[in-house]
């Protein structure tokens, strides 16, 4: 492994003047992109990596992906970030600071207003210092001091036209009077720079140890070595003093110098050498403003209109810029001392090395003008494909060996040199060497028999069997005589499940055939296709991938899900790279991308602007242990009907007190995390995301550097950040932490509330349920009793009702024992009466009888008569039959004679049974006889008994004793 390090850092050494003067990548933004004014007096950086402008129409903010203007209301000359959380700025007759509110929003803070009246006119502060904990602000015969927010002025008669913090002094150029040094209120020339002091010295830069160097505007650059002043000598001094050097920056012995009229100029101290970068090299203009260089070298210009990015230090760099356009790039070649360039306008050539990019100016092969589709080097032969036929290139003309149609490759095949198979649009033809390899004569043998289709994916594999691929429809092997004349044997592989996503491409000898399950080979012994377990390892997944260019045990390049990679071994194993190319992504030519290998390091990528440069770094080798930081540009939560907050801002939280965010739950909040990378602005970066608490696994996020989330519930969660550059280098993973309060019901309290109002709740229902239980309980009760009640009362009733049976039945026996007392009574009634009559009549015939007989006097008979008559008589006033009557009597009349007698106890028997027979409705006549008296005797009778009742003569006796 340290073997394949070393050789490939000595194969970038060996390689380096080939390819270093390609032109890198320049972004150029444009005022319309950044939204400001045109000018842009100084480019600054803070310690995120984030950049700072100074613009006609306020300051520039660019975060890595966007562009901001925080705007005073003046323009700004100079810009100075503390590294905490102020921007301090200088404008006209003004100073002071931008910082953000605690939402992150950006407001000015003008210090200058604190100023003395005597002091306010000191026109433009055109730069701002850090030294000591102080800060500096440099107008033309002013410095104000700022320190613990007081401000102290120390005025300089002459005009200050240039300054510089180096090593903690401030030094200032003074017109006409020479360099100084800053101490206290005074100012300490430099001894000889006296000599220099009407040339105009523009910038002031540290050299070397206690060494200046001072730039001028027209006569160059000089060293001052404590009392010494002398020119520095260059390659190319004419352009220095010609092109007005205004700023200028030095690292690693490279002096960067912005000048009005020549665009960038990058000088080697110690070789002398000079870079330019202009509108010949992709510039916007030629005034440069203001200049800031990356730790990674790349180089930030403050245009007099616009703004530049140079990417010096990208994997990436282009041959020409949009100035020298030759055609849509399609293929290219290193041969023979040349490099070819065919694109779809012609072929085109050069000397290699390339000496001058910035000058390029590509020959055009003859005979060649058209549409190129392949440059192939066989020995010393170097083949062309072309829309016109297929070429022999020699001493910059195209040779033509066929012309009938077009050619895609050429192909050696026989296990030599001599013989190749010339892929075309209607089969394949085949080339023989008829001369030597030195000396090659090509002449075009015979069109192969039996093989009439385009042949433009096709690969020969150690059998020499022809694999190829027309139009999607699948794979075909084919087999060639020995001579190579005609196929023998074809046997066709359609796509399984309709697919067209098959390609092929060759390793070690052997074909692989991509598809989107993977990658396959061909086992002949087993006639069928297997996974390959190496490759498919080595990619790292299945997805289909159609492979662009191999180099054996070395770099493959590939396109995947529309992005170009490259798959390539470091010391740390197989690294693949998607995220440097993503530039390309859409300035390639579908399915006709061609890559050419230098080195083993570097390759050109033939694109729609023409060919760009890529290259695998010794800094990308040797630093891919290494970490680097980024930062969260913003967590910016907002919901429908609340203002947006900004949480963090330039990587510091705007609450320092609280490092978890504290947010109340929303139901239709959103939570936006914002990443920037602490690097070069303008590099690629991805970044994997988690939220733990909602995501399972970390996500990768592709291009965007914006995760949002909504819907997000109460509760704990942990925002976990991860960023990778080109070199698939990452970072430690960041966190944030995110408490979402619940809303207040849905907050402890609240079910602290919950639980005793359902308590409360339960204790009320089961109170309800009790009661309504006891309810229904009583209810039930009350209806068993109130059944019981009806049974007792349907029983008592049915009691009643049999009583009342029984009653009735008894009254009806009474009724008819009543019936027949009444009977019986009315029987013996009758019978006393009729007795009585019978009798009555008997003592009434006998007593005349008796009469008679006394007559005759005869006392026999009449003594016998005399007996006859006392037993009658005796009959008549038989006490017992009254007896016996007056019980039937009292049965039948309710005990009538009982309570008549009870009433009026002054009744005599004979008044009772008068009573008894009127109640009988007895009239007079019937009742006379009973009593053995007249009719008249008995109205008598009758009188005496209602005198004794109490009775008018106006109330019906008989009435009277019927109601009683």
């Excluded at 910016?636 to 907050?645: A, K, Q, T, V």
């Excluded at 969660?717 to 995110?738: D, W």
């Excluded at 026996?813 to 009574?825: F, I, R």
Aim: charged share 20%; aromatic share 12%; proline share 2%.
């Amino acid at each position: 492994m340290k073997y394949t390090l070393t050789l490939l850092l000595l194969i970038f050494s060996v390689h380096a003047n080939s390819i270093k003067n390609w032109l890198p990548y320049i972004n150029n933004i444009s005022r319309m992109e950044y939204g400001g004014g045109t000018q842009n007096w100084t480019i600054t950086r803070d310690n995120n990596g984030w950049i700072y402008a100074a613009n006609n129409s306020g300051l520039l903010q660019f975060d890595g992906y966007s562009w901001h203007l925080f705007s005073n209301g003046m323009i700004i000359r100079t810009a100075y970030h503390d590294g905490k959380e102020r921007i301090y700025v200088g404008a006209f007759n003004n100073f002071g600071y931008f910082s953000p509110d605690e939402k992150g929003a950006m407001h000015y803070h003008s210090l200058s207003d604190s100023l003395e009246d005597k002091y306010r006119n000191f026109s433009d502060v055109w730069d701002i210092y850090c030294i000591d904990h102080s800060i500096y602000f440099v107008s033309y015969n002013h410095i104000f001091k700022l320190t613990n927010d007081e401000i102290t002025v120390i005025q300089s008669k002459e005009r200050m036209l240039c300054s510089a913090n180096i090593n903690g002094n401030l030094y200032v150029f003074k017109e006409n009077a020479g360099v100084f040094l800053q101490t206290g209120q005074l100012f300490i020339p430099l001894a000889s720079t006296e000599k220099i002091s009407n040339y105009h010295i523009s910038e002031i830069l540290p050299y070397q140890d206690q060494k200046l160097l001072l730039i001028t505007e027209y006569h160059g650059i000089y060293i001052y070595d404590n009392s010494t002043t002398v020119p520095l000598i260059t390659q190319n001094d004419p352009l220095l003093k010609s092109s007005q050097l205004y700023c200028a920056e030095i690292k690693d012995d490279k002096i960067y110098i912005g000048t009005i009229k020549s665009g960038l100029i990058i000088t080697d101290i110690p070789t002398g050498e000079i870079e330019q970068y202009d509108i010949r090299s992709g510039l916007q203009n030629n005034s440069v403003l203001s200049l800031n260089v990356t730790e990674g070298d790349n180089i930030w210009l403050g245009l007099d209109n616009g703004i530049s990015y140079l990417e010096t230090n990208s994997p990436l760099s282009n041959l020409y810029t949009g100035n020298q356009n030759y055609g849509v790039g399609y293929a290219s070649i290193i041969h023979n001392g040349y490099i070819y360039f065919g694109t779809n306008q012609g072929l085109y050539y050069s000397p290699w090395p390339i000496k001058d990019i910035r000058h390029l100016a590509l020959r055009p092969v003859k005979n060649a003008d058209g549409q190129v589709w392949n440059l192939t080097a066989i020995g010393k032969t170097l083949f062309c494909g072309h829309n016109n036929g297929a070429f022999m290139i020699e001493e910059g003309t195209a040779i033509p060996l066929i012309g009938e149609n077009g050619f895609w490759n050429f192909t050696p095949v026989g296990g030599n040199k001599s013989k190749v198979l010339a892929g075309s649009y209607t089969g394949l033809v085949l080339l023989e060497n008829k001369g030597t390899e030195s000396a090659p004569r090509w002449i075009s043998t015979r069109k192969i028999k039996g093989f009439n289709l385009s042949v433009r994916y096709v690969e020969y594999d150690e059998s020499d069997d022809i694999w190829w691929i027309f139009h999607g429809t699948g794979l075909s092997a084919v087999k060639l005589d020995s001579e190579y004349s005609k196929v023998i044997s074809c046997q066709h592989y359609p796509n399984q499940n309709n697919s067209y996503q098959t390609n092929l491409f060759k390793d070690k000898g052997r074909v692989y055939f991509t598809t989107d399950s993977g990658i396959y080979r061909y086992n002949s012994i087993r006639q069928e296709f297997e996974l390959s377990e190496e490759w498919n390892q080595r990619i790292g997944n299945r997805d289909y991938l159609r492979v662009v260019s191999n180099e054996e045990n070395s770099c493959v390049w590939y396109m995947q899900s529309g992005k170009l990679k490259i798959n390539y071994i470091t010391p740390y194993g197989y690294i693949t790279d998607s995220v440097s190319t993503t530039r390309l992504q859409n300035n390639l030519m579908g399915t006709f991308e061609s890559i050419n290998r230098v080195d083993s390091a570097t390759y050109i990528i033939s694109t729609l602007d023409g060919f760009s440069l890529y290259r695998i770094t010794t800094d990308s080798l040797s630093s891919l242990s290494n970490s680097y930081k980024f930062l969260i540009k913003k967590v910016i939560i907002s919901s429908s009907n609340e203002e947006i907050d900004s949480y963090y801002y330039n990587g510091f939280p705007t609450d320092k007190q609280h490092q978890t965010i504290l947010r109340k739950y929303r139901p239709d909040a959103s939570y936006r995390f914002e990443m920037n990378p602490n690097t070069n602005s303008y590099d690629k970066i991805t970044y994997s995301v988690q939220l733990k608490g909602l995501d399972e696994q970390m996500l990768a996020l592709n291009a965007s550097s914006i995760k949002e989330y909504t819907g997000l519930k109460e509760g704990n969660y942990t925002f976990l950040i991860r960023a990778y550059n080109h070199h698939t280098h990452q970072t430690e993973v960041e966190e944030i932490h995110l408490r979402i309060l619940p809303p207040w019901y849905r907050s402890i309290y609240a079910y602290i509330l919950y639980v005793l109002l359902i308590v409360a709740l339960g204790y009320g229902i089961y109170k309800l349920l009790n009661q309504r239980f006891n309810k229904q309980h009583q209810k039930r009760l009350d209806e068993l009793k109130e059944e019981s009640l009806k049974r007792e009362f349907k029983l008592k009733e049915e009691a009643l009702a049999q009583e009342k049976r029984i009653v009735e039945l008894e009254n009806n026996k009474l009724q008819q024992e009543l019936l027949l007392k009444s009977q019986e009574l009315s029987n013996s009634m009758f019978y006393v009466i009729q007795k009585q009559e019978i009798f009555t009549f008997m003592q009434d015939e006998l007593q005349k009888i008796s009469a008679y007989l006394r007559k005759e006097q005869t006392k026999d008979a009449l003594r016998k008569l005399n007996r006859l008559l006392e037993k009658v008589h005796a009959n008549i006033e038989d006490e017992d039959n009254w007896q016996k009557l007056e019980n039937n009597f009292n049965i039948v009349h309710n005990n009538f004679l009982s309570r008549l007698k009870e009433r009026y106890p002054d009744l005599t028997s004979s008044e009772l049974k008068l009573a008894a027979y009127i109640r009988m409705d007895l009239i007079t006549k019937e009742v006379a006889p009973l009593f053995n008296l007249s009719e008249r005797g008995m109205e008598s009778a009758r009188y005496r008994l209602r005198k004794k009742l109490g009775l008018s003569r106006e109330e019906s006796l008989s009435r009277f004793l019927q109601n009683f």
